[in-house]
């Protein structure tokens, strides 16, 4: 990353009003600008990292309910919302990435029945953070998780909310 870069978009972001600070970092925390507002509060940031502790920090203080609302706001992976065109330009290109919009019809069925028990178990779609995963390790992750308790299942989502934000700032403060 050109450190660069980041110090003059921090900077930048660093000077915004809080509602344009929310409004530029919206949906790094998926349809959740939330996350983002009540970070801006902890400004000035002088590094990506601190943003992402911040903003981290945010989403972990918040109510259950929230939480819950935020892991509700993600899309299914190769879910209806791919399938219609329907996701955050971060949730396309992540998904994409991994290989989800070229699934055989065989790993659609998969995936599309792993989604169903998944959500019907927990409540939630499940999370992962497919920039660290090839399609192979994202259909293993998936099976190892879907019998896991809700409320450990609830917190890896959230872990994996972390890293799939780290990801989604490293890559729009190193444009």
């Known amino acids: 990353m050109n450190d660069h870069l980041a110090v003059d978009t921090l900077l930048q972001l660093n000077a915004m009003t809080e ?4 409004s530029q970092l919206a949906d790094v925390f998926e349809h959740s600008p939330w996350v983002a507002q009540r970070a801006a509060r902890r400004r000035p940031f002088s590094s990506v990292e601190q943003l992402h502790h911040a ?29 219609a065109g329907e996701l955050t330009a971060a949730s396309t290109h ?16 998969r995936i599309t029945a792993l989604n169903q028990a998944y959500r019907q178990q927990h409540g939630f779609p499940f999370i992962v953070c497919v920039g660290q995963h090839t399609k192979a390790s994202l259909f293993d ?35």
């Open 94 to 109: 992540e998904q994409a990435r991994a290989g989800l919009n070229a699934l055989s019809a065989v790993e659609m069925r």
């Open 19 to 22: 509602a344009e600070f929310a």
């Open 141 to 175: 992750n998936f099976a190892r998780r879907a019998s896991n308790p809700t409320d450990a299942e609830r917190e890896e989502a959230l872990a994996q909310v972390e890293a799939i934000a780290l990801l989604r700032l490293q890559r729009m403060l190193a444009a």
């Open 55 to 83: 903003m981290c920090k945010e989403m972990q203080a918040a109510s259950l309910d929230e939480q819950l609302a935020l892991l509700r706001a993600h899309p299914e992976l190769a879910g209806r919302e791919a399938q």
